[in-house]
């Protein structure tokens, strides 16, 4: 299992969710991407797509006042 980290901090919406596809086009199954990201609307577009596509999300959690983290 590989580890990917995606760093869309400044990116705004809806480029985080756009590179996050495109990350996970190619990566295998199994392994994971930990997206860094400071969009509030990211907040819950990543999930909501994550969810409508099947992905699992295994940590969610607010690093400092305005970013966040999603595996």
Same mark, same amino acid.
């Given at each position: 299992?590989?580890?990917?980290?995606?760093?869309?901090?400044?990116?705004?919406?809806?480029?985080?969710?756009?590179?996050?596809?495109?990350?996970?086009?190619?990566?295998?199954?199994?392994?994971?991407?930990? #997206?860094?990201?400071?969009?509030?609307?990211?907040?819950?577009?990543?999930?909501?797509?994550?969810?409508?596509?099947?992905?699992?999300?295994?940590?969610?959690?607010?690093?400092?006042?305005?970013?966040?983290? #999603?595996?």
């Amino acid at each position: 299992m590989a580890i990917k980290k995606l760093d869309v901090v400044t990116q705004v919406c809806p480029f985080p969710l756009i590179e996050a596809k495109a990350a996970l086009a190619e990566m295998a199954s199994g392994d994971e991407l930990v #997206i860094e990201f400071d969009c509030t609307q990211a907040t819950e577009a990543i999930p909501q797509w994550a969810a409508e596509e099947g992905h699992a999300i295994t940590d969610y959690q607010q690093i400092g006042d305005a970013a966040w983290s #999603i595996t």
